[in-house]
T-cell receptor, first 114, second 109 residues
Framework: NAGVMQNPRHLVRRRGQEARLRCSPV?????VYWYRQLPEEGLKFMVY????????ESGMPKERFSAEFPKEGPSILRIQQVVRGDSAAYFC????????????FGQGTRLTVV | RKEVEQDPGPFNVPEGATVAFNCTYS??????FFWYRQDCRKEPKLLMS???SGNEDGRFTAQLNRASQYISLLIRDSKLSDSATYLC??????????FGTGTSLTVIP
């Protein structure tokens, strides 16, 4: 995973609770991408962030979902009032090379809503 | 129209076979292209970058055709361990990575 750290690896939440997913990019890089992968589906872009700035959030659901990447600390993807349909794998990616072209992924957070 | 489109498959091929995947992209300004591999719902891993001149890495050959806006991946002498989902990726001018939905490959003994 070339240094992209995500935690937790697995997260179980009851309907209505909040889920917080964390991601730290490759050391020295300040951009992260969040993707969601629903069961039996492909990766879907959610949001692209730079430290203290949201660059593109066109893939974020309009309600309950938010993301931030503060100056200090990891990027956080926050899902409020989770529903069963939020159960998915959430992957974070970061550029890993000096040119920032290739994207490297963290191991993902598997969210299960019960 | 999706940014990147792939045939989802599945492709079921015998060991030793040659298999080719194609992918099309809609944004002619896309800058860079990649093939990723994803195993069993694990994180996608970079397989190879794709260059206009074509590039080869062992049994894997990638080609980019900018005029037709398609990317291909050829796998020769398929191994059981090649069974996975192969994702086509385009990087656009806004540094946004667009993933295809993936093509499933199963190599059969």
């Amino acid at each position: 995973n070339a240094g992209v750290m995500q935690n937790p690896r697995h997260l179980v939440r009851r309907r209505g609770q909040e889920a917080r997913l964390r991601c730290s990019p490759v050391k020295g890089h300040s951009h992260v991408y969040w993707y969601r992968q629903l069961p039996e589906e492909g990766l879907k872009f959610m949001v692209y962030l730079q430290k203290e700035n949201i660059i593109d959030e066109s893939g974020m659901p309009k309600e309950r979902f938010s993301a931030e990447f503060p100056k200090e600390g990891p990027s956080i993807l926050r899902i409020q009032q989770v529903v069963r349909g939020d159960s998915a794998a959430y992957f974070c990616a970061s550029p890993g090379s000096l040119l920032g072209t290739e994207a490297f992924f963290g191991q993902g957070t598997r969210l299960t809503v019960v | 129209r999706k940014e990147v489109e792939q045939d989802p498959g599945p492709f079921n091929v015998p060991e030793g076979a040659t298999v080719a995947f194609n992918c099309t992209y809609s944004n002619s300004a896309s800058q860079s292209f990649f093939w990723y591999r994803q195993d069993c719902r694990k994180e996608p891993k970079l397989l190879m970058s794709v260059y206009s001149s074509g590039n080869e890495d062992g049994r894997f050959t990638a080609q980019l055709n900018r005029a037709s806006q398609y990317i291909s991946l050829l796998i020769r002498d398929s191994k059981l361990s090649d069974s996975a989902t192969y994702l086509c990726v385009a990087l656009n001018t806004g540094n946004q990575f667009y993933f295809g939905t993936g093509t499933s490959l199963t190599v059969i003994p």
